[in-house]
């Protein structure tokens, strides 16, 4: 529940408009874990440059419930407000788009991370998600700023952010281990008042 928004439960869907094959924002779903893990599994290699190094046993139904009980508190107390891509056409899941570090006070920020399956790339569902995700942000939990890190070399995540009018601040030296290594991150950032 965003105190300072609308009240968010994990029952909250989230509509994307304009994004073709109409999407959906929702919370994850156990009924989502065989589907998770298959797209997971497949697109391993293809994540694995631009993503955390997850912790062994991630992709175990153990991992995932534990996963989703997290979710809930996260949600419950404004933390945290994960989301699955889902084509409403299909039900199909496709991705998945977060708000995390959720901060309130004198910050009201949160960062932004996302992916989209290989088999649904270069179709413009990740712009949707984020433009949609980012509207969530300011228009349902009233934040002031959302900020992603990104590879600079990943190409196709840098052009979602800037076609979402993120502006380029800087570089975040360091910023997060991928694939074994502390690797620099391009931080990118929309206020609302952009």
Known sequence: MSRFGQRVTT?????????????VLRHPRWTDFEEWVDIRRRDADYLRPWEPDWAEGHLSRASYKTRLTVFKKLVATDKAYPFHIVRSDTGGLIGAANLTHVERGAAQSAKLGYWVSRTEMNRGHGRAAVKALTGFAFDTLSLHRVEAAVKADNTPSVRVLESNGYVYEGTGRGLLRINGEWADHAIYARLRTD
Do not use: Y
């Not at 029952?11 to 999407?23: F, H, Y």
């Open 11 to 23: 029952d909250t869907d989230i509509t994307v408009p304009g994004s073709g094959a109409m999407l």
